[in-house]
């Protein structure tokens, strides 16, 4: 059955550390989202992304993060300078539908400590 | 702003009871509401997705139900086992793309 992949597993990292965390989202699908999961809190949208370019994102996506789909089958989330704050769950997902109309797969995330 | 809210925030119950796990949300337009399951440092299983125009979905051993004039859904389980033990989520699609989760509520089946 195809599913979402993500890299790492784990990352730690110092403060002020740039962090790239990788997904492969489903072959054929074409709505790519991140969103985290701070222990113990809520899964939190953070931004989707279709036709290369940004569609939505939250006010937690601030200029410290950024997306891009490098090539056809990428797709990235770059953390510049990250702080504490910033250790938790991230979780790729991609659908095949749009407007929120289709199943939403999720990967398996990337937890990432920083230090 | 939407919020999405579950109750009980935990629940244990003896293997093969039938259990009942409610969530309700604030604003009634969405696209869809979609349950999932999480085990302990995993990822987010979808179980059952009802469109907006939808009243119910069943999958097994499992039934979603949908009132949206309401804001409420109910996911049923029955004849629960030992291996339903996660923490389940609904969440509802809210405008263009993004879904909107409660804070799940985690289950225990008690062999």
């Known amino acids: 059955e195809p599913e979402v992949t993500q890299t790492p597993s784990h990352q730690v990292t110092q403060m002020g550390q740039e962090v790239i965390l990788r997904c492969v989202p489903i072959?054929?699908?074409?709505?790519f989202y991140w969103y985290r999961q701070i222990l113990g809190q809520k899964v939190e949208f953070l931004v989707s992304f279709y036709n290369n370019e940004i569609s939505e994102k939250s006010e937690i996506f601030d200029d410290q993060f950024s997306v891009e789909r490098p090539d056809g089958s990428n797709f990235t989330l770059k953390i510049r300078s990250t702080k504490l704050e910033d250790s938790a769950m991230y979780f790729c997902a991609s659908t095949s539908l749009p407007r929120g109309t289709g199943e939403l797969f999720f990967g398996e995330g990337s937890r990432l400590t920083v230090l | 702003k939407q919020e999405v809210t579950q109750i009980p925030a935990a629940l244990s119950v003896p293997e093969g009871e039938n259990l009942v796990l409610n969530c309700s949300f604030t604003d009634s337009a969405i696209y869809n509401l979609q349950w999932f399951r999480q085990d302990p440092g995993k990822g987010l299983t979808s179980l059952l997705l009802i469109q907006s125009s939808q009243r119910e979905q069943t999958s097994g051993r499992l039934n979603a139900s949908l009132d949206k004039s309401s804001g409420r859904s109910t996911l049923y389980i029955a004849a629960s086992q030992p291996g339903d033990s996660a923490t389940y989520l609904c969440?509802?699609?809210?405008?263009?793309?993004?879904?909107?989760f409660g804070q799940g509520t985690r289950l225990t089946i008690n062999p």
């Open positions: 072959s054929n699908h074409l709505y």
């Open positions: 969440a509802v699609t809210q405008g263009a793309q993004k879904l909107v």
